[in-house]
């Protein structure tokens, strides 16, 4: 029996609609993809527009990694903390709440209902249900620690961070009449979220899967720990700056933004540190090398394209020229991919086999599948950046008009779509491969 505990099942149904969502999400990627390549009949753009199948896109996405973190934390605790989770039936509870919202938000898109603040649309009062969802989750899993009266460093920052990301969504509930006000906290839960809340999710995560897969001791990680969550909410809390140059807010924000946003990196990069550290201290056994690489390739992925896409564009000097271009899409790309969509898959590598009950699985088409995205993610970055770069010189610097740089922009689109259609393919591997785990071959090497 490879469960220890028997209420860690309730992860997998999270994983499930997760990777589904996940696919869903990638189809009408590519379709926003071919929305620029080419010019869509006026009808169809009447019943589909952009901001529509864009809606969609990125709030699929964001549900998919919630529900992921939810699973995983879902699965997560009870080890950690040696007892049952508080109560399972609140946990289907609260994944049919969450995703009943989701289906419902996303029909609402397509009638038009919308809050239409780009990646929080979900309107009232179904962003209330959200914050419903949220409080069974950090309800269940805030008693089952109290409960076992044990908490570890891991627990402190998971659990942390995901208070931390609640209390931030609250800040788009309101609508504020003042719009420069209105984006200023919008960016409390964007930015906090993904350069804050989300890293510390992040971090606990990782860290709980090394020393799980690793000989390295706890006391080791959580060292690391330490450091990493102090830099994060340190340079994160200020880099905050860096979205507030053009909106109308007080001018010091330039300095701030520019200089706190620019030692960003500098956390991701000790992550990647700290993989490189682990490895040397890698144990042979239980299918670690799929896993591994997994949190390689995250770690490297999350470096780029957060701290080195995220750097490029930083500061005000540079930002002035690319703000909201195809430049900011292909760091934003790369950031989600590297940091949240490999964490999640390689969280869900590492707990559906052994919910399933298989000690060792056949790793091989979640390898193919990890480099097939990962290669075609780098690709689509630089098509993004080429497309944004084009984009920033012909109406930024030249000064001429949206649709002349458009007219400059569309192949690189056209190639967007095949690479779509590439990403496409490398996620239903690793949804079909995660669906159908097969033991290993007999005989095969061992990681
Ligand atoms: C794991 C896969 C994916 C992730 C994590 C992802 C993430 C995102 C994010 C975060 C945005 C909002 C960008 C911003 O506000 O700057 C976005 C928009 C977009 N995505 Fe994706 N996406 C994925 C797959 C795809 C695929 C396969 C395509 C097709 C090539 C695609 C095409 C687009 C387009 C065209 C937009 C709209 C950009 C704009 O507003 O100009 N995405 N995606
Ligand atoms: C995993 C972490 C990160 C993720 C997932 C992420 C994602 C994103 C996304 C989706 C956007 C577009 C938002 C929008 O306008 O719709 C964005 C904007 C931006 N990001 Fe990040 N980011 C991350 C980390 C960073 C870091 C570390 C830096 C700086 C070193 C950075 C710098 C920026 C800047 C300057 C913008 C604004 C671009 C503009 O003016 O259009 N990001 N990020
Ligand atoms: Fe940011």
Redesign the pocket.
């Known amino acids: 029996m490879l469960l220890a505990y028997s209420s860690q099942r309730v992860a997998y149904p999270y994983f499930l609609v997760a990777l589904l969502l996940f696919l869903l999400q990638v189809v009408v990627g590519t379709w926003l993809a071919l929305s620029y390549a080419v010019t869509m009949p006026q009808w169809l753009v009447d019943i589909l527009p952009f901001s529509t199948t864009r809606a969609i896109h990125t709030n699929l996405l964001v549900l998919w990694l919630l529900l992921g973190f939810m699973g995983t934390t879902y699965f997560m605790i009870p080890e950690e903390t040696e007892r049952e989770i508080f109560s399972p039936l609140l946990a289907y509870l609260q994944l049919t709440l969450l995703v009943g919202t989701g289906v419902t938000a996303i029909v609402g898109f397509l009638l038009g209902w919308t809050k239409g603040k780009?990646?929080l649309e979900i309107p009232f009062p179904l962003d209330y249900l959200v914050v419903a969802g949220a409080l069974i989750f950090l309800f269940n899993v805030g008693m089952t620690v109290i409960q076992a009266k044990q908490w570890t460093l891991i627990q402190g920052s998971l659990f942390g961070g995901l208070v931390f990301l609640a209390v931030m969504y609250l800040f788009n509930l309101p609508f504020y009449a003042n719009l420069s006000i209105d984006w200023y906290y919008w960016w409390w839960v964007?930015h906090l979220w993904?350069?804050g809340a989300w890293e510390l999710v992040a971090a606990a995560l990782t860290a709980w899967i090394l020393i799980k897969i690793t000989n390295v001791p706890r006391e080791l990680v959580e060292k690391w720990l330490y450091v990493e969550l102090g830099l994060f909410l340190f340079t994160g809390i200020a880099?905050t700056g860096?979205?507030y140059y053009w909106l109308g807010a007080p001018k010091y924000w330039l300095w701030v933004g520019g200089f706190f946003?620019?030692l960003?990196?500098l956390p991701?990069l000790l992550m990647v540190l700290d993989a490189w550290h682990y490895i040397r201290n890698r144990r042979a056994g239980l299918n670690g090398r799929l896993i591994f690489t997994l949190a390689v390739g995250m770690s490297i992925l999350?470096f780029v394209g957060?701290?080195f896409w995220?750097?490029a564009?930083?500061l005000p000097q540079i930002?002035y020229y690319?703000?909201?271009s195809q430049v900011?899409v292909a760091?934003?790309h790369l950031?989600?991919f590297g940091?949240?969509v490999l964490l999640n898959i390689m969280s869900f590598y590492y707990a559906m086999p052994r919910l399933e009950g298989l000690a060792e699985f056949d790793e091989r088409r979640g390898t193919l599948a990890f480099w097939w995205m990962s290669i075609t993610m780098m690709l689509m970055t630089l098509a993004f950046s080429v497309a944004g770069v084009l984009q920033t010189y012909v109406e930024r610097v030249m000064g001429l008009g949206y649709m002349t740089a458009q007219a400059q922009m569309r192949f690189w689109f056209a190639i967007l779509v095949v690479l779509g259609l590439s990403l496409l393919g490398g996620v239903i591997l690793t949804v079909v491969d995660l669906l159908t785990l097969r033991p290993a071959l007999a005989g095969a090497k061992k990681a």
Do not use: D, M, R
Request: glycine share 16%; no cysteine; charged share 5%.
């Open positions: 780009p990646l964007i993904v350069e880099g860096h979205h946003s620019a960003e990196p991701i999350h957060a701290g995220g750097f564009h930083t930002n690319t703000h909201g900011t760091h934003g950031a989600f940091a949240y």
